[in-house]
């Protein structure tokens, strides 16, 4: 059992040895401000060019590392996971990779395009009805099945390394080194399980950078109003409308004190921003971009009205192509959005 441990380790590591970076974007909005921010550079983070073209690459890759050297997962063992969708395409390619069955839970109004790919990369998908319910049927399939529950939203702050290792904190500040202002004033980065943030958050502190955490939250998310009252007991009574991102629960791996400020935005001005950026640009990025760049504008606005410059980088995170039937379908967005 342990050599099939170590086999399935080897093949982990060997993708990730074939896998590039991805690209740090400095974009140029030329209707923004005069062009260059009036001395703000903005940066774009595109995970969408990973191999399962999400930011969730990272993550799944860390669980699967993190769940093997643990002894969690071996020979045979099903692998379930409760996501709306990215965790669980990525988490779907590394279950095949290894060659152990994989279950996603997640609720019935995930997007069609990653319901496809999970199933294209062998996975399985258990729909329910609501984002509430993932958890629990979530660790009830694993004990029928005698399997391994990911558990993505309890896990992803320990089972990535912050100190380093090419996460994602020290790839941003390794590209940022050339630059114009190589230490951001500012990082923006929206929550889902909070891993991504716990990850920026403590390496900026390990490091002693001189940079602030911003984490923008979309509405009916929890993480928000849990940050501004202190409270990990508060609960929201309706889903994220912004596929990926916003809880209706504090899940354990949002990290609250390694966050310097947070702010809510409303969905419509991230579905706005999204389309915004696709058509100044040509960059189609899903819904969670949009809740990034708003955020990333709005403080590079008031940087401006301060009269400071520095730089902000926010994050892709996934491609707008796996929305073709919501949030870039107008008549869709008019029901579920616009209202």
């Known amino acids: 059992?342990?050599?099939?441990?170590?086999?399935?380790?080897?093949?982990?590591?060997?993708?990730?040895?074939?896998?590039?970076?991805?690209?740090?974007?400095?974009?140029?909005?030329?209707?923004?401000?005069?062009?260059?921010?009036?001395?703000?550079?903005?940066?774009?983070?595109?995970?969408?060019?990973?191999p399962t073209g999400s930011l969730k690459h990272r993550l799944a890759r860390s669980l699967f590392l993190y769940a093997l050297c643990n002894?969690?997962?071996?020979?045979?063992?099903?692998v379930i996971e409760a996501s709306s969708g990215s965790t669980a395409v990525s988490e779907?390619?590394?279950?095949?990779?290894?060659?152990?069955?994989?279950?996603?839970?997640?609720?019935?109004?995930?997007?069609k395009r990653k319901v496809e790919l999970i199933e294209q990369y062998g996975g399985r998908c258990h729909f329910v009805e609501s984002a509430t319910e993932m958890h629990n049927a979530a660790v009830a399939?694993?004990?029928?099945?005698?399997?391994y529950f990911m558990d993505q939203f309890a896990n992803a702050e320990r089972a990535t390394d912050w100190r380093g290792n090419n996460n994602i904190a020290e790839s941003i500040f390794s590209q940022m080194a050339c630059e114009r202002y190589p230490v951001p004033r500012h990082i923006v980065m929206s929550a889902g399980t909070g891993g991504t943030s716990a990850t920026i958050g403590r390496y900026i502190r390990y490091k002693g950078l001189d940079t602030e955490l911003t984490v923008v939250d979309p509405e009916h998310s929890v993480f928000y109003d849990a940050y501004q009252n202190n409270n990990r007991q508060l609960t929201a009574n309706r889903n994220s409308r912004i596929e990926g991102i916003g809880r209706p629960l504090v899940e354990d791996s949002f990290q609250p004190d390694v966050i310097d400020q947070m702010l809510k935005v409303p969905d419509l001005a991230s579905v706005t921003t999204m389309l915004w950026l696709y058509d100044t640009t040509g960059r189609k990025a899903g819904p969670s971009t949009g809740t990034n760049l708003w955020g990333a504008l709005h403080l590079a606005r008031q940087m401006i009205a301060r009269g400071e410059k520095g730089s902000v980088v926010t994050l892709m995170c996934d491609s707008g192509e796996r929305y073709p039937d919501t949030y870039y379908n107008p008549e869709w967005v008019r029901e579920h959005i616009g209202r």
Do not use: C
């Open 1 to 50: 059992m342990r050599a099939w441990v170590s086999q399935s380790i080897a093949r982990i590591n060997a993708d990730f040895q074939r896998s590039a970076d991805t690209h740090l974007i400095k974009l140029d909005l030329p209707d923004f401000a005069g062009g260059q921010l009036d001395g703000v550079d903005l940066y774009l983070k595109d995970e969408s060019t990973h």
């Open 71 to 78: 002894g969690k997962i071996t020979e045979g063992t099903p």
């Open 92 to 111: 779907a390619y590394f279950a095949r990779m290894i060659g152990v069955p994989f279950i996603a839970v997640m609720p019935q109004s995930t997007a």
């Open 141 to 147: 399939l694993a004990k029928e099945l005698d399997g």
